[in-house]
């Protein structure tokens, strides 16, 4: 199987039966740009073609998991509306791809994930998160709707009180408290993550394959119920708010930071 097409943003390496996906843009801590979005949205249905494919593990080049959207992108998706439409399609693709995708994922959560980064990790199966780092939906915090990960997920796992309260607030949630609310399955010092992740991936990868397939399927059900029911109205809404003056003005003053 052939993965170059998704570098240099989205590097695909094999390890046996395991796909290591890594998000490859450390300088700007693995925003997602649109080169990247789209590799984001196109892999999964690759993975799923691949037969010698068992398992896919996640994470991110350089200090940092995934730092969420890339923030000249949102600036450039205020004042065209036709660039707004193709990246909120382009969010309904990526989240409905991977749920729908049948080899259990990984997150290797070497550092912050922070909104789509966060969306990422929790739409995986099993989260190995650094226990120095933080996950946080800012959504809200910069004047957007929150639209796919967190709107659709983050109620199933923590409660809805709890989902509401980080949602709407944009607070970082530490390592420990993410553990605790159920945003991670385990700690590990960062040096250690992705030891941990290709030591669970290597075990999901043992297990007898219809089986892991069909009960992750099963168990993903939920969500893709929860999808179908949230993402039609909250991407139309974030969508409309990426022609706010609210998104200007917010970009403006986290880009001065």
Not at 67 to 82: I, Q, T, V
Request: glycine share 8%; charged share 25%.
């Amino acid at each position: 199987m052939d993965y170059s097409r998704f570098a240099p943003s989205l590097l695909v390496t094999t390890d046996g039966p395991l796909r290591i996906l890594t998000m490859n843009r450390p300088d700007d801590l693995n925003s997602v740009d649109d080169d990247l979005h789209e590799a984001l949205q196109n892999v999964w249905g690759t993975l799923m073609d691949d037969d010698d494919a068992r398992c896919v593990v996640i994470t991110g080049a350089g200090r940092a998991f995934c730092s969420g959207g890339y923030l000249p992108d949102f600036e450039r998706n205020y004042h065209d509306a036709s660039a707004r439409r193709k990246s909120i399609r382009g969010a309904d693709r990526l989240a409905r791809a991977m749920l729908d995708c049948e080899l259990p994922i990984v997150a290797a959560v070497n550092g912050p994930a922070v909104g789509l980064g966060c969306s990422l990790a929790v739409m995986s199966d099993i989260v190995v998160m650094a226990d120095d780092t933080f996950m946080s939906d800012p959504h809200v915090s910069v004047g957007l709707v929150a639209g796919d990960g967190g709107a659709v997920v983050w109620p199933l796992i923590m409660g809805i009180l709890k989902a509401k309260e980080f949602i709407l607030l944009g607070d970082r949630i530490p390592a420990a408290e993410a553990q605790r609310l159920g945003l991670a399955n385990r700690l590990a010092p960062r040096d250690e993550v992705m030891i941990q992740a290709l030591e669970l991936a290597n075990r999901l990868a043992q297990q007898p394959r219809q089986a892991v397939r069909d009960t992750k399927r099963a168990l993903n059900l939920h969500l893709i119920n929860a999808a179908n029911l949230v993402m039609p109205f909250a991407l139309a809404a974030e969508n409309e708010s990426f022609g706010t003056d609210d998104v200007r003005q917010k970009v403006a003053e986290f880009t001065k930071r």
